[in-house]
């Protein structure tokens, strides 16, 4: 096997597991990082792209590993917003949750 | 030497795959956020095994060190609102989960292997631009971000103060205005205060290497600017600085320097150069540095505002 195969594979193990980390988790921070480590698994996919575009000198294709880069720096934009959005969200309502039921019951769904 | 690179290749991917499967399983989420760290650098290693030395070091440090950062923050900050958690889901529904994911990830292996032969490739349309407009530039990936496809790397600087603004916006309405609560609540520890003093300028020395040597090599604005960011992170998390105030006016003029000097260099390349984004024959590598800096600057101030979040009304003195 080729290393790009190789790490194409990986990178398609990787989008597994976080997409099983992202629906399972109730934490939604726990729920970010599991998304985060779908993106670099989608990113390293792409990475193959450039590997296996070398041509014209090149030992890969410029062009898909900047756009990776452009996208590891927007992804982490991206979670920042997120994060900011989780930490508002769970000072207001008093609990650490994206269950929106949680939040529209009566004492703020306090299980005492 | 045939048989040690493969099973080193083979080693490496189950290294990071056993480091994601331990962020996923990890019962702590600090665990999981240095598990998420640790992944982020294995992560480089595998890009450097596909040629791309500029993606290794975008990852490292974006993806693993300042991703880290902004996580373990966040956790510090949900803990310290005492809050309730949520029972963990069943057993038919991790079942169904499992079976989806592994769904999921064998469709898009199946998709790898079969892959176009041969494959397309933009390579030598980016060796073009390298040697025409991006002229002098020896790293192809620099001669596409600044010259080949100069306007995604304008909009993407622009989307990141798009991403300050949207973190600032969350904030309380009384507190606008003032500074994001400091990245640690209690007093520093000694060791930390030593680490950020030593390494600091050391590693503000290293990202302007980065940034100026990645005309010609591996780095550029985005690696130079994480690592600059993270510097400055550093000395916010040993309390040496504070985070400044979000209507400071230096702080908002380094946020636009970077997009700003780009779109008017751009703007500029239509009246000189005869379109948009093309830069002057002989010119074009002097240019391409003077909005690089920039770049570095727009970057190295917004990744440490998006990390400290809104303004805070506990921060004011």
């Keep these: ?112 | 030497m045939s048989l040690l690179l493969p099973s080193l290749d083979l080693l490496l991917a189950s290294l990071v795959i056993c480091v994601a499967v331990y962020t996923i399983a990890a019962q702590d989420l600090f665990a999981a956020v240095i598990g998420y760290v640790a992944y982020g650098l294995l992560l480089a290693f595998v890009w450097i095994r596909l040629y791309a030395p500029d993606v290794a070091l975008t990852e490292a440090a974006v993806g693993g060190g300042v991703t880290g950062v902004l996580l373990i923050t966040a956790g510090k900050r949900l803990g310290a609102l005492n809050v309730s958690q949520e029972a963990q889901p069943g057993p038919v529904l991790k079942l169904l989960t499992g079976v989806l994911a592994t769904l999921v990830a064998s469709a898009l292996g199946a998709v790898i292997l079969m892959l176009p032969d041969p494959p397309p490739s933009l390579a030598p349309e980016a060796a073009a631009a390298a040697d025409g407009a991006g002229a002098g530039l020896g790293n192809p990936i620099t001669a596409v971000l600044m010259s080949y496809r100069s306007l995604d790397t304008m909009l993407e600087k622009i989307v990141l103060i798009l991403a300050v603004i949207g973190v600032w916006s969350v904030g309380a309405d009384e507190a606008w205005g003032r500074a994001p609560a400091p990245l640690r609540q209690q007093k520093a520890y000694a060791p930390m205060v030593f680490l950020a003093q030593m390494l600091a300028p050391v590693g503000a020395l290293i990202a302007i290497h980065i940034f100026w040597t990645g005309a010609n090599a591996p780095g550029g604005a985005f690696q130079g600017g994480a690592l600059l960011a993270a510097m400055w992170m550093v000395t916010m998390m040993a309390r040496l600085m504070e985070p400044p105030r979000v209507d400071a006016r230096w702080l908002r003029l380094a946020l636009v320097a970077g997009p700003a000097v780009f779109l008017i260099s751009g703007l500029a390349g239509e009246v000189v150069a005869g379109s948009f984004f093309a830069y002057p024959p002989g010119l074009a590598k002097p240019i391409i540095l003077f909005i690089e800096a920039f770049m570095v600057l727009s970057i190295a101030a917004a990744l440490p505002m998006l990390v400290a979040g809104p303004p805070s009304e506990r921060s004011d003195p």
């Design chain 1, 1 to 112: 096997m080729t290393p790009s195969a190789l790490a194409g594979l990986t990178g398609a193990a990787l989008v597994g597991f976080g997409l099983y980390g992202l629906i399972l988790h109730p934490h939604p921070l726990r729920k970010l990082l599991a998304f985060n480590l779908i993106g670099s698994g989608v990113f390293l996919v792409f990475g193959i792209v450039a590997r296996r575009g070398a041509v014209a000198g090149f030992r890969f294709d410029p062009v898909p590993q900047a756009m990776v880069i452009t996208g590891i720096v927007v992804a982490f934009a991206a979670s920042a917003i997120a994060v900011a959005l989780i930490l508002r969200l769970s000072a207001q309502s008093n609990h650490v949750t994206l269950d929106p039921g949680v939040w529209t019951q009566p004492n703020g769904g306090d299980k005492k």
